[in-house]
């Protein structure tokens, strides 16, 4: 355990930066920086903000910062506001990205920095000071094997208070971390944002925050586990003073005066008191019953030994419990219980604790909302410490943003150093350089749209974050897959060749068709596609070159227009202009005629003979098939297909007999959600495999094949007419609600008072054409080919301010909850 909390009696200083600031009559002085900094002296506290002295007149950070002025002097911090001259050159004046941080001190020593955007209101402005400043004292952990090491640490000579929060910065956290500043001298307190940590302590709440008392102190071996009491009222901090308060009262005392005379720290508290009544022939069966007891009614009632033969009072012959209410002029209760239990449940029935308002001034209804990014943000927290290997990315800025992409084919990944979603990402687009290295001639660069936001608006770019690919003479095309690094490589190595590339011969087209030109290709693309056209074919050629471009990055197409393509035609029994659709894994050819087929049409052609026949859905995959608007016909294994079920399914398929279905299976191992998306429909997990046909789109009725049945051909075409002919009844409907978002995400640019408000970009299943590099036309933000009009799946910043939450978020694709 620390020795002490010298560290709050030394000043702190945490210097928010910022490029916007009010003019309006502040509660803080206003000083220059020269003035400030040679005010600072050793133990003394002080939080200054830095801004422009010409910057606007208004700022959500500067009016959160000033809510936080009393508090934060509760600790000994004062607060200043330093104004920033033009002509000011100091570190923490003279940048404008600079001025976009938070910077903490201790005295005049730097300490940490981390993003304004952070400080987003007074809990997180003091909830970040005070776990800056505890950092040593307050041991934030990720694993069961940290918590385990930090318990013995302290077995035999401290207690320990555990708590989870649900993010860092929430009204929760600042409640933890204003308890550890006065009681951090006494427990050692320990910090998770981790659900499963919480999980293996052995809560099955996991929606709110948690705070444990780990009974340590008396506990020498270190192979018993302390004791662990669970806080029960909601994480504030004079709930936790509450709780903490009845830890260290004796937990069982022993009385022989009147119950209504006794008093007690519980009773100050708020809390009942329960009086196990004992004489001298039982006195040790009843001294083991009131300390079982009190062990279960730490923290809700106090627990005491009433000695019936040293008291003057009478007490009805049969009582064996007393009871007292906190409330003052209540008479007490003489009980008959016959156990432990039910003395527990008496307590907690007759026990009511009104919640202590932590700010009546507080105008944002919903807790919830005072979370961001939650679990996005926690692994980003967790992950902060990683080094990555940026310098196999260039870092642009707005000089060399141009002449970058000019000079080479170049990738290029847009994004906010505040944002969780952004710096996720950013791991997996170095992930991908790790795997280019050596291997790739295209350029892989990043930019701070935090730092360069003009450049990042010049581009388009307005949701981070964002991947574009810049080639010489061609125009961007914006990645809109998964934010993963398997799909954002695959994005890259297709666009190593221009598509629909243009095959000179007969013999090039088969070398095409069988995999062999591009080679080192197929392992990202399962499907080739081949326009056919006899030479005077102008207009289809042209449909098919706008298609082939419009899916860039998404898969191989390619074009054969020679005389002699009739040979080809007849090869395959294709009618011209056509397609040819090539799988080289399994060597399958189909060919579809394109008469009269516009370039939309043949996208959706294209995007649909992507799907596979019988795919195994998974989390990235399942929006694809989910948009055909099928029933889903869904085998759940766990483990991998056994074949005959494979060959039954897809024997039916061939038959034609599961046309108006999308026939898949989930496989649990790879697919852990799978179990839940079970346990809704059944209530318990079924034994697997099990064959489920979910109808999302209509009814909402979800029928599972009879598990008493082997699936084969016969009895699977058999249960499919029952389905039909309505003689099968479902096992449960799924009610007719949206998914969206558990909670509304911040608008940060909107709290920094952006000259603009952003519009998200349409979404395309694959990537996206632009115009040009620099345009702004209004052409930039049409689409040609209505197929690709979904939402994009990336985070959208919207609006925000401090008295009117967003209410609501983007509609999911998805009509029912349980799926």
């Known amino acids: 355990m620390p020795s002490g909390f ?41 939080l200054a903000y830095f801004c422009p002295t010409d910057s606007p007149s208004t700022s959500i950070v500067l009016e959160q910062l000033n809510e936080a002025v009393r508090p934060l002097q509760d600790y000994g911090i004062s607060v200043a506001k330093v104004n920033c001259a033009k002509e000011e050159t100091s570190r923490y004046c003279g940048k404008e990205k600079d001025l976009m941080k938070a910077y903490l001190f201790r005295g005049s020593i730097l300490l940490r920095e981390f993003p304004a955007d952070t400080l987003f209101d007074v809990n997180a402005i003091v909830a970040h000071v005070l776990f800056a400043l505890l950092f040593n004292e307050v041991k934030y952990i990720t694993t069961l094997e940290d918590l385990q090491n930090i318990e013995n640490t302290v077995k035999g000579k401290a207690n320990m208070i555990f708590s989870y929060v649900r993010a860092i910065g929430t009204p929760e956290h600042r409640a933890v971390m204003e308890a550890a500043f006065v009681y951090g001298t006494t427990y050692q307190f320990v910090l998770t944002t981790e659900i499963g940590l919480l999980e293996s302590v052995g809560s099955e709440d996991i929606e ?66 329960v009086f196990i009544v004992s004489q001298k022939a039982t006195y040790e069966a009843d001294r083991r019953t009131a300390e079982w007891a009190a062990w279960h009614l ?23 419990v007393v009871f007292r209410r906190a409330e003052k002029e209540v008479p007490v209760e003489f009980l008959v219980l016959p156990d432990v239990d039910s003395i527990i449940s008496h307590v907690e029935n007759n026990t009511h604790m009104e919640e202590i308002p932590e700010n009546e001034d507080n105008d944002i209804e919903d807790p919830d909302m005072d979370i961001q990014d939650d679990e996005v943000a926690e692994t980003v927290f967790r992950d902060r410490k990683r080094q990555l290997p940026l310098e196999l990315t260039v870092e642009l800025t707005e000089e060399t943003f141009s002449r970058t992409v000019m000079a080479s084919d170049s990738i290029v990944l847009f994004y906010a150093g505040w944002q969780a979603v952004s710096m996720a990402f950013l791991q997996s687009y170095i992930d991908v350089a790790v795997k280019l290295k050596g291997t790739s001639a295209m350029l892989l660069a990043r930019i701070n749209c935090a730092d360069w936001s003009d450049v990042c608006t010049k581009q388009n770019v307005t949701a ?24 954002l490589l695959k994005f890259i190595q297709l666009n190593r060749i221009s598509c629909p590339v243009n095959i000179t011969s007969i013999q090039e087209a088969e070398e095409y068709l069988n995999g062999e030109l591009y080679e080192d290709l197929i392992t990202y693309s399962s499907l080739s596609v081949l326009g056919l056209f006899s030479p005077t074919m102008t207009t289809t050629k042209e449909d098919f070159t706008e298609a082939g471009n419009y ?36 060597g399958k050819r189909a060919s579809i005629p394109l008469a009269g087929t516009r370039a939309q049409d043949i996208v ?30 869904i085998l759940f294994s766990d483990g991998s297909m056994d074949p005959q079920y494979r060959k039954a399914i897809l024997t039916l398929v061939e038959q034609k007999h599961l046309d108006s279905f999308t026939p898949c299976w989930l496989n649990l191992k790879n697919t852990p959600v799978g179990r839940g998306i079970l346990q809704a429909y059944f209530g318990l997990l079924p ?54 978002p558990p909670l509304p995400a911040y608008d940060f640019l909107s709290m920094m008072d952006a000259a603009t408000t952003p519009h998200p970009p349409g979404k395309a299943p694959g ?33 925000w301010n401090r008295n009117n939450w967003l209410k609501e978020t983007e509609k999911s694709l998805r009509p029912h909850k349980e799926l």
């Not at 010298?6 to 206003?30: N, R």
């Not at 009222?233 to 119950?259: G, W």
């Not at 981070?464 to 799909?487: H, I, M, R, W």
């Not at 197409?557 to 040979?567: A, F, L, N, P, R």
């Open 464 to 487: 981070f974050p964002a991947v574009k690919l810049y080639k010489k003479g061609e125009n961007p095309v914006s990645y809109a897959g998964v934010l993963g690094t398997e799909e």
């Open 298 to 320: 730490l923290g809700k009632a106090g627990v005491l030994l009433l000695l019936r033969d040293s008291l003057e009072v009478n007490i009805p012959q049969h009582t064996n």
């Open 208 to 273: 709110h925050a948690h705070l444990y008392f780990f009974h340590c102190q008396l506990v020498s071996d270190l192979t018993q586990q302390c004791r662990r009491t669970l806080m029960g009222q909601p994480l504030t901090t004079l709930n936790i003073h509450v709780f903490v308060k009845t830890m260290k009262a004796p937990l069982l005392t022993e009385v022989a005066e009147d119950p209504q005379q006794v008093s007690t720290v519980h009773l100050q508290l708020g809390l009942p008191l």
């Open 6 to 46: 010298s560290v709050f009696s030394i000043g702190v200083s945490c210097v928010v930066m910022c490029i916007l600031c009010t003019s309006a009559e502040d509660p803080v002085p206003e000083l220059s920086p020269q003035k400030y900094f040679s005010a600072l002296q050793p133990g003394k506290a002080s």
């Open 604 to 633: 959706q052609i294209i995007t649909d003979a992507l799907q596979e026949t019988f795919p195994e859905i998974t989390v990235e995959n399942l929006p694809a098939y989910f948009r055909l608007q099928k029933p889903l016909l």
């Open 687 to 740: 034994p697997l495999p099990l064959l489920v046909l979910v109808n999302v789109h209509s009814s909402g009725r979800v029928f599972a094949f009879p598990s008493d049945q082997s699936i084969t051909e016969e009895n699977f075409a058999l249960w499919l007419k029952k389905l039909e002919a309505g003689l099968e009844n479902p096992i449960t409907v799924l009610s007719a609600q949206e998914w969206k």
């Open 767 to 799: 990537c996206v054409r632009e115009t040009d590099v620099q345009g702004n036309d209004k052409e930039q933000h049409e689409d040609k080919l209505a197929v690709r009009k979904e939402p994009v799946e990336t985070l959208r910043i919207k609006h």
């Open 551 to 586: 899916l860039k990055g998404c898969v191989l197409t390619g074009m054969y227009s020679g005389e002699d393509v009739w040979i080809l035609a007849n090869k395959y029994a294709a009618t011209l202009p056509a397609l040819l659709l090539a799988r080289p894994r399994d």
